[in-house]
């Protein structure tokens, strides 16, 4: 495809994002928080090029100023909202901190394969001039700001707001959502300017999912269930559509690409479904279940019944197919949506889990009626944890998988993940008939870094990605 020379960052289509180049490098922040290895969260670059003489490893470390920031996931100063605008360039990561609530600003222009700090927005920054806290997703504007949603607000309470950057200084402008307008938690957001609406999720209040996961506070009310739909021109919040108990802990959002599309969908951690949300024609909007994985009854486990617990989703840049993670079942499933509200389920693959057939769980009633799966073993390596974060290549035939949710998590479902570290695998994807198959030669093995095993979550690609790059 010919390079527009006059052009912004990105693409001017998700269609002509899917002719852009085969991925070479990718970052992705790697924690050492509840690991117990009293180093500084950092930024890994990772070779995916399969010419290079450093293909699957990790080519450049770029560790964090501070301990214990929790790094988790990142996104751009400038992504394709910003084609139009040729004075814009994607050369700068936003990489916030979920617990510490800092935010970094990485350099990744002046040398790609080996990123620098560009500034640290510190958390007093935030907390005085926006109430927020504990920042979670990353968009760009085509304003040329940047946009961070929060979870919390500086005491570790549940607050659903947007902090605001200035998009050349990076300093805090303030908050994006009106006075008084703020959601009663916060996690995902994602806009679409067409339709002039941004819909955005909840997990849970900070201070209570900080260390672990008690059922008691779902019933207490500590975590959230609702999608939240705010006006994109006034920034006032419209409406809340609430999912109810089917629909607790609505996590990653997803419009589909097509920036005239007036639907997408969510996953929904708790119970193991997807909701599609869609705008009625009289102008508002709604929600209905379209996926559910059923919880399986089980033994030798914490609780008596296993949920799924959906916890990324992603839809490929053609809006054909739908991927999500069963973080609890260890396993990745593709949906064909070309039929919106009836996704079919083309492709899964186990890589992991809870409910291995050589571990201690017993599984005593699956409604799906599947075998429990056996150990994966990659390159000599049994894989510890359970898929987790999902990032498919521009042209939709590589899925790139990484293990870690978040560090008290992992502590708690998979301590030998925190013993072994994560690792970062890579799924062939049939895009002619749908099906899903592991690359045997690729491994990134986190467990063999440096400074001890490491915690790798979400992975970006330098030029953006189908997470990453919203189109106006």
Not at 7 to 12: D, F, L, V
Not at 226 to 246: F, S
Not at 337 to 345: H, K, S, Y
Not at 374 to 382: D, H, L, N, S, T
């Amino acid at each position: 495809m010919a390079k527009c020379i006059s052009c912004g960052p990105g693409y001017k289509s998700p269609l002509d994002a899917m002719k852009g180049p085969r991925e070479e490098i990718v970052y992705l922040p790697c924690i050492y928080r509840n690991t117990g290895i009293q180093k500084p969260d950092y930024l890994a670059t990772v070779d995916v090029d399969p010419n290079s003489s450093s293909y699957c490893q990790v080519i450049h470390r770029l560790p964090m100023p501070n301990q214990k920031d929790e790094l988790h996931h990142s996104g751009w100063n400038a992504c394709s909202s910003c084609f139009g605008d040729s004075s814009k360039k994607r050369n700068r990561l936003i990489l916030p901190s979920l617990i510490s609530s800092r935010v970094y600003v990485v350099d990744t222009g002046t040398d790609p394969r080996a990123p620098r700090i560009h500034k640290t927005v510190e958390p007093t920054d935030i907390f005085w001039k926006t109430g927020l806290a504990n920042p979670h997703t990353t968009h760009c504007l085509g304003s040329g700001q940047v946009m961070i949603s929060s979870m919390g607000d500086p005491c570790g309470n549940g607050k659903g707001g947007f902090i605001l950057l200035d998009g050349e200084t990076f300093d805090v402008v303030g908050n994006w959502e009106l006075p008084g307008e703020s959601a009663p938690f916060g996690y995902d957001f994602w806009y679409q300017p067409r339709h002039n609406v941004m819909m955005s999720t909840e997990w849970g209040a900070p201070k209570v999912l900080a260390d672990g996961f008690n059922p008691e506070d779902v019933k207490q009310g500590h975590y959230g269930s609702k999608i939240h739909v705010w006006d994109w021109t006034t920034h006032k919040r419209l409406q809340c559509l609430d999912l109810g108990e089917e629909g607790a802990i609505p996590l990653e959002i997803r419009f589909l690409h097509d920036p005239a599309a007036s639907e997408g969908y969510v996953g929904c951690a708790l119970q193991g479904t997807v909701f599609r949300f869609y705008k009625n024609p009289t102008g508002d909007w709604a929600a209905e279940k379209v996926i559910h994985v059923p919880s399986k009854k089980v033994e030798g486990w914490i609780l008596p019944e296993m949920s799924s617990l959906i916890t990324d989703i992603l839809i490929s840049l053609d809006d054909r197919f739908l991927y999500f993670s069963n973080w609890l079942h260890g396993d990745i499933r593709q949906y064909d949506i070309t039929d919106r509200r009836n996704p079919r389920l083309t492709g899964q693959v186990f890589l992991g889990g809870s409910i291995l057939n050589d571990g201690p769980v017993k599984v005593l009633e699956d409604p799906e009626n599947q075998n429990q799966p056996a150990p994966r073993v990659i390159k000599g390596k049994r894989i510890p944890g359970s898929p987790q974060m999902l990032q498919l290549s521009l042209d939709g035939t590589r899925l790139y998988v990484t293990t870690s949710l978040y560090s008290g998590w992992d502590k708690q479902f998979y301590p030998e993940m925190i013993k072994e570290g994560s690792v970062m695998m890579q799924i062939d994807v049939d895009t002619a008939n749908g099906g899903l198959s592991v690359n045997e030669n690729f491994l990134v093995d986190f467990g063999k870094e440096p400074d001890g095993p490491a915690l790798a979550h979400e992975l970006r690609y330098p030029g953006g990605d189908c997470t990453s790059d919203i189109w106006l």
